[in-house]
Each structure stands twice: as C-alpha cells, then as structure tokens.
C-alpha cells in the first residue's frame, strides 16, 4: 500500500479518512478522486493541501466515467482503491433515486473492472450498516446475515456491495468491505441528522425530529471509523467483510438531549414532523470480528456527539456558506411543507 486512490475524498468520512492517514504513514501517497457534487467540497481538504503537497493530489472525476477512471489509476500509479464515493443521504434518495443507482452501483462497477484490468489491485469497498435493513428486538447484525435493505440507497450500497463480493469470487480481485454505522464529526454535510440539528440550534431555529424520535442508531465518531479502514486495510481478510460500530446503540432523542446540552440549548427547540418514509426503526451492529483484530473504538456516543457539537459550535465559517446556497432549496423541499406531529 503506497499510493491509494481515495474516491469521494472530498466528501465527509473520506476527507476525514486522507488527514488520518497522510498524518500517520509519512510514506504514502494519496489521489482524491471525486466529483465534487453537492456533498463533495474542497474546503474539506484544504489544510491537507497545504500540509501535504508533495504526497496529496486531487483529480476530479465520475466513479462512473471508465476512461477518466483508468486515466487517473495509470497516471498516479495507483496500487489500493478505498471506494469512499456514494450519494449518501437517505431523504434524497426518496426524493429521487436515480443518482444513487448511477454512482452506488453502476460506478461501483466501473471501479471494480477498472481494479481488475490495472492487474488486480486492492479494493476496499465502503459499506453501510442500512444494507442489514432494519432490525428486530436484541438483534445485532453479523456479517453472515442476508442483506435486506429497505430504501433505495440502502438498496443501492447492498448492490455495490454484492458486486464486490462478485470480483473476489469470480475474478479473484482482492477486495474488503466495511459496513460502517452512523457517522458524526467534523465537516459532515448539514443534511445529516446531528449537523443538521446542531446547525439549526446554534441558529436558534426548530429541531425537526422525525416520528416519536425513538429510532435507534449507532453514532460513532468518524476517526473511529477511519482507523477501523486503516486496520482492515492492512490486517483484513481478502474477501472479508467487517462491521465498523461501537457496537451500542442510542435512540435520536438521546443523542438531541445531549447536542443540545453541550450546544446551551433548550429543548423546546425540539419538533416532532411527519416521519420519513420507510424509516427503518433500528440498526445495530455485532462487531466482534473487527475487535478481534486488535480494534476498538477512543469514543463512546455521548463523546462523539459532544466532540461534534464543539466542532460545529467553533467553525460556523465552514457551515454557514453550505446553509445559504444549495441547501437552502434542498431545506423547503424536505421541511417546508413537512407537518408537525402535536402527539408524537
Ligand atoms: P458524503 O455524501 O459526505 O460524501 C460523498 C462524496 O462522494 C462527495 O465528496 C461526493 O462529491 C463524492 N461523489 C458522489 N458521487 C460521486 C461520483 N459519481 N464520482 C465520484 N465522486 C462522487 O458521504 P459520507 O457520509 O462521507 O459517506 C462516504 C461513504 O461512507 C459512502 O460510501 C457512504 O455510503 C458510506 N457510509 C457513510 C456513513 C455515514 O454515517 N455518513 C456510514 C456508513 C457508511
Ligand atoms: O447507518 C449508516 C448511515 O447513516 C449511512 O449509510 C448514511 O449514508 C448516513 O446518511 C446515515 O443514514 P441515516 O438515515 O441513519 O442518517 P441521518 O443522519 O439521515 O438520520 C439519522 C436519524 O435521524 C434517522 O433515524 C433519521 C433521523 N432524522 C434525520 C433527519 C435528517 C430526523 O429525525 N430528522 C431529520 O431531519
């Protein structure tokens, strides 16, 4: 592993993931592929620019575009692919799926064949825990279980990642997943749940929470997530998938009380609205086989949610540009019309 390619670098987890790694290998290399959509922003790789000239290049590009995509690999002599790049956000993909499909899994795809005529590089595929479908009862998710997505980019990553298994198998390519849950931290997109709360409260405007708020999810801090990539990368087993999570589990209410705690907010900011649609009740991860590698994660929820919260309350010069352009249209389209529950 000597120069990676980092497609959607510009993006939330995978600007996070290209700082964490440059810090730590002062050997490697990295490309950002990226097409920088809404969500991809080169304000997320500024410092690393600057700080890393002679090991970091961006090149911009569709994960769907095979020519650029093979271009960009023989040009920066790429040995390792870690697939970052994905319309990520639930709501649009009900809004309108067809992006999803074309990045998720059709430019999956297009990165795999790639992979494969560069002479079988490695290929680290990033995955979601959404791919499980929701859960029942006590259940954790192993990597064992079927897969039974239940939204379109849910169903979109659970189609990119059958396709990696598909290279190892018929092929030989020598992939990894991970299926990562929840992400928070610095330089996520305000349309996210966390951002998108700590965004609105720090602006003393409503909290929309969708339903009765009791949904449970997994919020891990993303450089746990980014170290739990570095080890599969280096120690993972060649076809193998791994849940990254902490492996506990908290409702969305819970995390609002403690971001608002943390932020000095009340919480009468607090408004239950319409519920998505399809929304899946509860994720939660068995992450016994990452453990098992040596891995466990610094942050517990409550340090996530705060450290994040922090992070918003101290670098509105990254958030309040991204709230007043794009977003804004994005905000009336989702929230607009978007009923308040009086009983949740
Ligand atoms: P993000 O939306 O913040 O960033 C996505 C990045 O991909 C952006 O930079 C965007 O420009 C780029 N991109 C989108 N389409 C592209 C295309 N066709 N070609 C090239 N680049 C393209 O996403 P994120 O939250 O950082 O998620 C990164 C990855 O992690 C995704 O694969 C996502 O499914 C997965 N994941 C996210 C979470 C989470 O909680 N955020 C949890 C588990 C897994
Ligand atoms: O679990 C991993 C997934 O986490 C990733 O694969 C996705 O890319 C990422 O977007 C995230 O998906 P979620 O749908 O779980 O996250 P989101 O931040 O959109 O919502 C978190 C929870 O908060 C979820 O139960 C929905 C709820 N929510 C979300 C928003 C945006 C609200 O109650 N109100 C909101 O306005």
Redesign the pocket.
Same mark, same amino acid.
């Given at each position: 592993m000597q120069h990676l390619l980092v #497609?959607?670098? *510009?993006? &939330?987890?995978?600007s996070n993931f290209v700082r964490w790694m440059l810090a730590k290998y002062p050997d490697l290399h990295i490309t950002v592929? /990226? %097409?920088?959509?809404y969500?991809?922003l080169l304000q997320n790789l500024q410092d690393v620019a600057e700080n890393y000239a002679d090991r970091y290049a961006f090149a911009q590009? /569709?994960?769907?575009d095979a020519a650029r995509v093979s271009e960009v690999l023989a040009a920066h002599n790429i040995d390792t692919i870690v697939n &970052? *790049? *994905?319309? #990520?956000?639930v709501d649009r993909s009900i809004l309108d799926p067809d992006a999803f499909i074309? #990045?998720d899994v059709y430019?999956t795809y297009v990165l795999l064949e790639a992979a494969r005529q560069a002479g079988k590089l490695r290929y680290h595929q990033?995955? #979601? /825990?959404e791919v499980y479908g929701h859960i029942e009862g006590g259940h954790r998710s192993k990597e064992t279980d079927n897969l039974a997505p239940r939204s379109p980019y849910a169903a979109s990553?659970a189609g990119g990642d059958h396709l990696v298994n598909s290279y190892f198998i018929t092929y030989g390519l020598p992939i990894t997943i991970s299926r990562? *849950? $929840? $992400?928070i931290g610095p330089y996520?997109?305000p349309e %996210?749940a966390l951002p998108l709360f700590a965004t609105n409260a720090l602006n003393d405007q409503p909290l929309p929470i969708y339903g009765d708020g009791q949904q449970r999810r997994d919020y891990q801090f993303v450089l746990d997530h980014c170290q739990a990539v570095d080890l599969i990368l280096r120690q993972g087993v060649i076809g193998d998938t791994y849940n990254v999570g902490t492996g506990t589990e908290m409702t969305n209410l819970q995390m609002v009380e403690i971001l608002l705690d943390e932020l000095g907010k009340p919480s009468s900011l607090i408004r239950h609205v319409e519920d998505r649609l399809g929304h899946d009740r509860r994720y939660c991860l068995d992450v016994q086989k990452l453990m098992a590698l040596g891995w466990e994660p610094d942050y517990t929820h409550e340090e996530a949610i705060r450290a994040t919260a922090r992070w918003y309350m101290e670098n509105p010069w990254w958030w309040e540009p991204i709230r007043n352009g794009e977003f804004k249209e994005y905000y009336q389209q989702v929230y607009g019309n978007r009923k308040v529950l009086e009983r949740p």
């Amino acid at each position: 592993m000597q120069h990676l390619l980092v #497609t959607g670098g *510009a993006g &939330f987890i995978g600007s996070n993931f290209v700082r964490w790694m440059l810090a730590k290998y002062p050997d490697l290399h990295i490309t950002v592929y /990226d %097409k920088l959509t809404y969500a991809g922003l080169l304000q997320n790789l500024q410092d690393v620019a600057e700080n890393y000239a002679d090991r970091y290049a961006f090149a911009q590009g /569709d994960i769907a575009d095979a020519a650029r995509v093979s271009e960009v690999l023989a040009a920066h002599n790429i040995d390792t692919i870690v697939n &970052f *790049a *994905a319309e #990520t956000h639930v709501d649009r993909s009900i809004l309108d799926p067809d992006a999803f499909i074309q #990045t998720d899994v059709y430019g999956t795809y297009v990165l795999l064949e790639a992979a494969r005529q560069a002479g079988k590089l490695r290929y680290h595929q990033i995955s #979601t /825990d959404e791919v499980y479908g929701h859960i029942e009862g006590g259940h954790r998710s192993k990597e064992t279980d079927n897969l039974a997505p239940r939204s379109p980019y849910a169903a979109s990553k659970a189609g990119g990642d059958h396709l990696v298994n598909s290279y190892f198998i018929t092929y030989g390519l020598p992939i990894t997943i991970s299926r990562g *849950a $929840n $992400n928070i931290g610095p330089y996520q997109y305000p349309e %996210k749940a966390l951002p998108l709360f700590a965004t609105n409260a720090l602006n003393d405007q409503p909290l929309p929470i969708y339903g009765d708020g009791q949904q449970r999810r997994d919020y891990q801090f993303v450089l746990d997530h980014c170290q739990a990539v570095d080890l599969i990368l280096r120690q993972g087993v060649i076809g193998d998938t791994y849940n990254v999570g902490t492996g506990t589990e908290m409702t969305n209410l819970q995390m609002v009380e403690i971001l608002l705690d943390e932020l000095g907010k009340p919480s009468s900011l607090i408004r239950h609205v319409e519920d998505r649609l399809g929304h899946d009740r509860r994720y939660c991860l068995d992450v016994q086989k990452l453990m098992a590698l040596g891995w466990e994660p610094d942050y517990t929820h409550e340090e996530a949610i705060r450290a994040t919260a922090r992070w918003y309350m101290e670098n509105p010069w990254w958030w309040e540009p991204i709230r007043n352009g794009e977003f804004k249209e994005y905000y009336q389209q989702v929230y607009g019309n978007r009923k308040v529950l009086e009983r949740p």
